[in-house]
């Protein structure tokens, strides 16, 4: 079983619509909590962290609920240029430095 | 400010050469990364390094060897080439530990061993 999993997608919405991704953790060590953005062929870029008491950023929100060991991700009023992937990433502290985790991402498509 | 830079950004190799990926920031930060990802996969940690002269393995270090002379620069070193390194390699920085930090990604390299 992977450490970090999430619903590979894709997720095929329309503009404005709103659309939530979850992503679940095996390891109940997990410390810290981030979501990243992946456009086709680019390198990913933070999007957000994720912290117990929500966090909202704009159109976007995140959750993360401990005692369940998932993270949520909600765009509210999706534009075309939210098409990407968005990767759960997790980390955790291992002997001398941290594991840093990286779910496989679900792929998201915004239609006109 | 370039940020983290990678080069080259595409390569193709005969089974059994070696290949040198760079890498290098111009962030002075401490922390640097070698991540592949392949097709539909989350990224996998091939090697990190805390500092200059310190290095250590990530998930997935075999076929792969690294240096960190200096702050900036953290090359991958390919030794033989073999298919199942076929992937993208992205190489990255942090301040300090990436757990609580920011990852800084470079543009990554397309990389086919043929």
């Known amino acids: 079983r992977k450490e970090v999993e999430q619903d590979p997608g894709p997720f095929n919405v329309p503009e404005g619509a709103t659309v939530a991704f979850n992503c679940t953790y095996s390891n109940s060590a997990s410390q810290s909590f981030f979501w990243y953005r992946q456009d086709c062929r680019k390198e990913p870029k933070l999007l957000m962290s994720v912290y117990s008491s929500g966090n909202e950023d704009g159109r976007f929100t995140a959750q993360l609920n401990r005692a369940s060991q998932y993270i949520s991700l909600l765009i509210r009023d999706s534009k075309l240029s939210d098409s990407a992937t968005y990767l759960c990433v997790v980390s955790r502290r291992q002997s001398s430095a941290s594991k840093i985790i990286f779910g496989s991402g679900t792929r998201l498509s915004i239609r006109p | 400010n370039a940020g983290v830079t990678q080069t080259p950004k595409f390569r193709i190799l005969k089974i059994g050469q070696s290949m040198t990926l760079q890498c290098t920031q111009d962030?002075?930060?401490?922390?640097m990364y070698w991540y592949r990802q392949d097709p539909g996969m989350g990224l996998k940690l091939i090697y990190y390094s805390v500092g200059a002269g310190i290095t250590d393995k990530g998930e997935v270090p075999n076929g792969y060897n690294v240096s960190r002379s200096t702050t900036e620069d953290f090359p991958l070193r390919l030794e033989l080439a073999a298919p199942s390194q076929t992937s993208v390699y992205f190489c990255a920085s942090s301040l300090s530990d990436g757990s609580n930090e920011k990852l800084f990604f470079g543009s990554g390299t397309q990389l086919s061993v043929l």
């Open positions: 962030m002075n930060h401490n922390y």
